[in-house]
């Protein structure tokens, strides 16, 4: 579909998921979603390849936690007794250059909260 088609039909930015496919091509989808003016979410690996905004899990964080489980398996505790947990800690990624080339001011409020930022 056509950047064209697409905005008739309501869409109004790109949301790149951890997709295998996806993953393959995220340097060709940043790409377009800026060429057309789209704005755009996806991973911290979106985002390096230029894309607006990534959000995602704080791996370090995750990975740290994750030694309290080695220790309780290591220490006898059957790894189906452990509860499942999802991330508590998130990465907010802005890159600066794409907002400019969109013409989108990022409010002062998401500047506070970025992690990283690509001006």
């Known amino acids: 579909m056509r950047p064209l088609v697409l905005r008739s039909v309501g869409v109004e930015g ?13 340097t060709a989808i940043a790409e377009l979603a800026r060429l057309h003016k789209f704005p755009s979410v996806g991973d911290a690996g979106f985002f390096s390849a230029g ?3 990534a959000l995602g899990p704080n791996y370090v964080a ?3 936690r994750s030694t ?17 947990e999802q991330a ?13 080339e969109l013409g ?10 970025a992690n990283e930022v690509i001006e």
């Open 51 to 53: 894309g607006l905004f």
């Open 104 to 113: 989108i001011t990022i409010p002062a409020t998401i500047f506070a909260r």
């Open 14 to 26: 790109v949301a790149c998921i951890p997709d295998p496919v996806f993953r393959s091509n995220l």
């Open 68 to 84: 309290s489980f080695v220790d309780r398996i290591l220490k006898g505790t059957a790894p189906g007794d452990l509860p499942a």
């Open 88 to 100: 508590t800690e998130f990465k907010l990624f802005v890159n600066l250059k794409t907002a400019k």
């Open 62 to 64: 995750m990975a740290k």
